[in-house]
């Protein structure tokens, strides 16, 4: 028995997920049955009837499992015949309905939940501490200790493809040995890890002013936007605010609970504060809003400045505000 339902329902926008979702679900349906007939419909290019007739037994017989996938996109006709097929499904047969999120087929897929069908959560993966966590899950999944500045590292270098960051967690389970740390990730990425505005934003909020330029410069020749650069600048400046007016004592855990933030970007942002104060962060913060609006063509007026020339200035400005309050 492979244990799974007849009818099966994958959830949400996040496609590295629910890829996987279908892949095991198919493949514990194959353990009991290895020529498990799979026959895969799109309910966004649906002809009238096709369910009904791809459910129907077979003259041969055997088990069989219809992927429905796009239900997000499907037509009148495919929502119909679904919710027909829902209220006396077939024998032998599992439906597997794919919805990538939205409210087209809200009721098909109501249906679906209060028919009994297996759920299976796909959620979208979009933020820097969703990313972590997820190759986190990825490594412990693969048995494997990664650190969690290793773990950082990966995802600034990999950027926000889900499915590169999947195949970069399992091409360093399969391809190294022991703890996975930051000199691991270096030596599969560095040079992805450098072009980042990570780095740039690491140097000049620790006023290595000399770095921080090399940095950039090398981040724009590589064809790194500038506009992610002053973003993660701006984005690390507000956390060091908050963590600055959080005062200096207390756990990180607790301090990183209450600011939604992870333990070691507190930490991180306690060291970094060394070098700053209120004021100075105020002044930069202002300074990166500015640079943020000219870089988007908000001050083009007679020509305006280039971004590069843009973003270095202001780089300097960064550098120099640490330099000023030390």
């Known amino acids: 028995m492979s244990g799974v339902p007849p009818l099966v329902l994958i959830a949400g926008p ?7 979702a279908l892949a095991q679900t198919v493949a514990a349906l194959r353990e009991g ?10 309910a966004g290019a649906y002809a009238p009837g096709q369910l009904a007739i791809e459910a129907s037994p077979s003259l041969f017989g055997g088990e069989k499992v219809i ?17 027909d097929y829902l209220a006396a499904p077939q024998p032998d047969v599992t439906l597997i309905g794919i919805h990538r999120g939205g409210q087209k087929a809200k009721k098909v897929l109501d249906t679906f939940k209060k028919s009994g069908a297996r759920v299976i959560d796909a959620p979208a993966i979009k933020s820097d501490r969703d990313k972590v966590d997820f190759a986190m899950n990825e490594f412990r999944a693969g048995r494997r200790k990664a650190t969690r500045e290793a773990v950082q590292a990966l995802v600034d270098a990999v950027g926000s493809d889900v499915s590169e960051l999947a195949s970069a967690c399992q091409q360093l389970i399969a391809d190294t040995q022991g703890t996975i740390d930051e000199s691991v ?22 006023g290595r002013t000399s770095d921080a330029l090399a940095l950039l410069r090398h981040a724009v020749a ?20 908050r963590v600055g007016a959080a005062g200096r004592g207390g756990r990180s855990a ?33 300074a990166l809003a500015a640079a943020d609006f000219e870089i988007k063509g ?6 305006g400045r280039d971004p590069h020339f843009v973003l270095e200035r202001t780089l300097l400005r960064v550098c120099g505000e640490h330099a000023n309050n030390r």
């Open 254 to 286: 607790d301090l990183a609970r209450e600011l939604g933030m992870a333990p070691w970007q507190v930490d991180k942002a306690r060291r970094t504060l060394g070098g700053w104060d209120g004021e100075s962060l105020g002044r930069v913060h202002r």
């Open 67 to 83: 992927v429905l996938a796009d239900l997000d996109e499907a037509t009148d006709e495919a929502q119909l015949d679904t919710l």
């Open 185 to 206: 990730v270096a030596r599969y990425h560095g040079g992805k890890v450098e072009a980042t505005g990570f780095k740039v934003a690491d140097a000049a909020l620790a």
């Open 33 to 42: 049955t290895p020529d498990l007939e799979v026959i895969r419909l799109q």
């Open 14 to 20: 996040e496609q590295v997920l629910a890829d996987r």
């Open 222 to 241: 590589v064809g790194v936007d500038p506009v992610p650069i002053v973003a993660n600048l701006a984005a690390q400046v507000r956390q060091l605010i």
């Open 298 to 303: 908000g001050n083009r007026e007679g020509g």
